[in-house]
């Protein structure tokens, strides 16, 4: 056995296909597990093996090609698709290096176009030493790889550990049905005036008082004259509103079920299962609608609606006619969707795009937000064949990061960037979206809303890919008393309604997602839908095997 590892590790292929493969190793971790449907991770792992194939065999062909060795050709062509995916810790690299080092000599700054240029020819130069130093020494050959043996070897053995520690500290019993709180919900026999409704959930948007709290505006004046905007557009902001839950999965669940599916009482999950955005794949679907569970598009189609969905990055439409989950324009193919997520951190994406001028953007909430004026006319034109009413779900991802510019642009010098200018451009679009709705579609319902709160300053040693908080969430069991004022901040939304006088004096207003849209639909459907308290409960990312399927109730 020990010949046989011994041989393996030295045959320069076996170690550049490991290496190629690398990044598929590293994404498929509990994280991403519980996120993904095990199809999507099937056909990721088969199309990386027929790429990584495809791939070694064009080396073999130029090798041949051009009759001349190069030592280790098979390991620094993998490396250098290896280095791709750190393409974005490059680009913040130079950002880094553009403030510090060339602002401080009075030399005009790089312009932020050409930073993907810029990371490709760094990465490109990396590759050039190696191979330099190759043929220049010889003992480099080998430390070269031994080097990536090593690499390897860790990654390895990170997986490993992190699969068992997340496996080991989590109840064998998956998410099940029964252990949701769900509604049983049927057809509507009250009469219907049917009216659009834009359900619009911007992802980290903090109420306006928290947002004066965080020092996003910095005059109290400012928030005075937002709130007068809004209520010119006829919006109800509605101030101490909280999101159900910390994390967007748990919220938008909330939503799509009319209902918290869980609380501090419900039993420890290990998956996603019947959560989103799994709970809209058509297995599930069908599963929830034979035991006649509440589900957004469903309920909706039972009362005549035509549910419409624009998404983003994270989870896009698929078009699927049957559960009525619409797309505008080309529906997402759920195994493309699977591979830019896996490529989104590369310059692959944007090369293939350009390339096979391929792009999905019509049915993703920035183009919903830009393009207003002609999905209105388009679905409107389609309903109204068909005597439907339209119910239209966006989630955008501002202005959580990355942050956008002053001009409400991505920028790759993440010093012009800022959760602040974010914020002002997400008020913007709400205030152009209203006005543009209240000329078009005036008896429209709109709503404006988050699914979670922000903390918008961390210390410079935290890393915002990795926590939500600045210290750990649980200590000892309990919720960490040293970050209250986060998870406030955390649980503050921002929350505004257009809806008719009539509507409000019926209903009241609510005061968190759930409650949200059961708000809506005891307005357009004449429900009589109770509303839950208004608690905000903190769950826990699976890099905390400990206490992920938790739930935690913040008083």
Not at 108 to 115: G, P, R, T, W
Not at 322 to 335: A, D, E, L, P, T
Not at 478 to 501: V, W
Request: proline share 3%; aromatic share 16%.
């Amino acid at each position: 056995m020990y010949k046989i590892c011994n041989h393996l590790i030295k045959n320069e292929i076996v170690v550049a296909s490991i290496l190629f493969l690398l990044p598929l190793i590293n994404f498929i971790n509990p994280i991403n597990i519980k996120q993904l449907e095990n199809s999507s991770l099937f056909f990721l792992f088969l199309f990386n093996l027929f790429l990584c194939f495809i791939f070694l065999l064009i080396i073999f062909l130029i090798k041949n090609f051009l009759k001349k060795s190069i030592d280790n050709i098979y390991l620094i062509s993998s490396l250098f698709y290896l280095s791709l995916f750190l393409h974005n810790d490059v680009k913040t690299l130079i950002d880094k290096i553009n403030i510090n080092i060339f602002n401080s000599w009075r030399i005009e700054k790089i312009n932020s176009l050409y930073f993907n240029e810029i990371s490709i020819l760094l990465i490109l130069l990396v590759i050039y030493v190696i191979i330099y130093f190759q043929r220049k020494f010889i003992f480099f050959k080998e430390i070269f790889k031994t080097f990536l043996i090593f690499l390897v070897s860790t990654n390895f053995i990170l997986v490993i550990y992190n699969f068992y520690s997340f496996e080991k500290n989590i109840d064998r019993e998956q998410l099940e049905l029964k252990n949701l709180n769900l509604l049983k919900l049927n057809k509507s026999n009250n009469k219907i005036v049917k009216k659009n409704v834009y359900y619009i959930v911007f992802d980290g948007l903090i109420s306006l008082e928290n947002a004066y709290e965080q020092k996003v505006f910095k005059d109290p004046n400012d928030i005075l004259d937002i709130k007068n905007k809004l209520k010119d557009l006829k919006i109800e902001y509605i101030p101490e509103s909280t999101s159900n839950y910390n994390y967007t999965y748990l919220t938008l669940s909330s939503i799509f079920y009319l209902n918290s599916p869980l609380d501090e009482k419900s039993p420890k999950y290990k998956d996603n299962a019947y959560l989103f955005p799994l709970m809209l794949n058509k297995r599930n679907l069908n599963v929830l609608e034979k035991k006649n569970l509440t589900i957004l598009p469903k309920i909706l189609d039972k009362n005549d609606y035509k549910f419409y969905y624009f998404g983003n990055s994270w989870h896009q439409c698929v078009n699927d006619s049957i559960n009525n989950i619409n797309c505008f324009g080309k529906s997402s193919n759920k195994f493309l969707n699977s591979l830019e997520v896996f490529y989104s951190k590369t310059p692959i994406i944007q090369f293939t795009q350009n390339l096979f001028k391929y792009s999905s953007k019509e049915n993703t909430s920035s183009f919903f937000l830009n393009n207003l004026e002609t999905i209105h006319g388009v679905i409107n034109r389609d309903t109204a064949n068909h005597k439907k009413g339209n119910f239209i779900f966006v989630h955008s991802i501002i202005p959580h990061d990355p942050y956008l510019d002053k001009n409400c642009n991505y920028n790759d010098i993440f010093s012009l960037t800022s959760y602040s200018y974010s914020y002002s451009c997400v008020l913007k679009k709400i205030f152009d979206i209203t006005n543009f709705l209240n000329q078009k579609d005036p008896s429209a319902l709109i709503i404006f809303q988050s699914d979670h709160g922000w903390v918008n300053k961390f210390s410079s040693n935290v890393n915002r890919d990795d926590f939500i908080y600045s210290e750990k969430t649980i200590i000892n069991g309990k919720l960490n008393k040293n970050i209250k004022k986060e998870f406030n901040h955390r649980a503050s939304i921002f929350n505004g309604i257009k809806a008719s006088d009539e509507c409000f004096k019926k209903n009241g207003v609510p005061l968190n997602n759930a409650n949200t849209i059961k708000f809506v639909f005891n307005c357009i459907f004449n429900y009589d839908l109770n509303y839950q308290k208004n608690n905000h409960f903190i769950g826990l990312d699976a890099k905390d095997p400990d206490n992920y399927g938790k739930l935690f109730k913040l008083k």
